[in-house]
């Protein structure tokens, strides 16, 4: 198989590793009320799980990417499949919400660190013409997996109760993750020739340079308002007295959503830009909340899931290719994974302190608000990045 064949092969198994990752991640959702009922947990302790899991994989994705620069993608993917299967398992045996944060949250978090990088990165160096479109297909993978792995954890809580749906979830990630992570192999573009060494920066010139500090700047701003309806908008959704299956259903929609993001803005990107869709996608982001904000009743949360959605897809899987587009293939998995360090602390706090502010004022209101803030404060810095791009292109 030649390698530019075999390119397209790296992105699906990118696709299916993501998929079986942020599936996880996200049926978050189908569990919530499982871990509040059983736990006798207020909804700012429960959605720490979540906010403790993507910090995690946000924190150690840098070293991810330096393990996979230097190992390759396939074992430290592989490890991170194992490791999140082990997560659940464990989670499932949980007899508290300690047990539940070490398993769940730093346990799956840290397995999703070693899958989430290395296998994004791994696919930038194949392509040069059409990168957008790749990044954009191999990251449409989480947005497949939040449409259903959700709802699927959802039916399988209600016909088995959640300890076996989590160890059913915890077989399907050892089998079928490990059969995606086993096609991942690293680029030739990412591989020294004799003699010499791969194009493009070190981490460390990387890290002196402007550009990537506006880029860090703009994650840094939007990653709260990233986040926060991942956790939050299916117990909305219930607060306003929709149902169970279409409350988690909203999640499915940011994945539906995020699909199309992913194949459309990506290609879009291709040609009108990537950094200039960037700002384009990040402001879209801002502007679906004043949907949540009007929202009386399930169709109107449905089409502020699917805007989000798709907004929150065209912003993931440009991240990727502007890493490489701007640093080169020499430690594109490195700097990927440092630059995804910036949305750590918004997937953390983000969904806690929407817990908590929702917990003491009863209402949302004031984190809507907060979200489109910060959506517009990301845009400014990316719009920055742009003006001071714009000489060099």
Known sequence: MSEAR???????????????????????????????????????????????????????????????????????????????????LLCSFAQSMATVYAAYGVGIGLGIALVYTPAIACVQPWFTQRRGLAAGLASAGIGAGTVAVPLLAAAAIAWLEWRAAMRLLALAVAVLGLCATGLLRRAPAATAPAGGRIPGLSLGEALRDRRFWWLYLSIVLAAPSMFIPFAHVSAAARDQGIDVARAVGLVGLIGIGSLVGRFVIGALA???????????????????FLAWLMAGGYGVLAFFALWFGLSYGGIVSLLPAISMDLFGARAVAGIIGTLYTGAALGNLLGPVLAGAVFDRAGSYLPVLWGCMALSALAAAASARLLAWQRPGY
Not at 6 to 19: E, G, I, Q, S
Not at 270 to 279: A, P
Request: no cysteine; charged share 10%; proline share 1%.
């Open 6 to 88: 075999y390119a397209w092969v790296v992105v699906w198994a990118t696709f299916f590793a993501l998929a079986t990752i942020f599936g996880v991640s996200y049926s978050f959702a189908a569990f919530f009320a499982s871990f509040a009922g059983e736990f006798a947990a207020q909804r700012a302790d429960v959605s720490l799980v979540f906010g403790l899991s993507g910090g995690v994989y946000f924190v150690f994705g840098a070293g991810a990417g330096m393990l996979a620069d230097r190992f390759g993608p396939r074992a430290v993917t592989s490890a991170g499949m194992l490791l999140i299967a082990a997560g659940l």
């Open 270 to 288: 291709d040609r009108l830009g990537r950094l200039r869709t960037l700002l384009l996608m990040q402001l879209s982001l801002g502007l679906a």
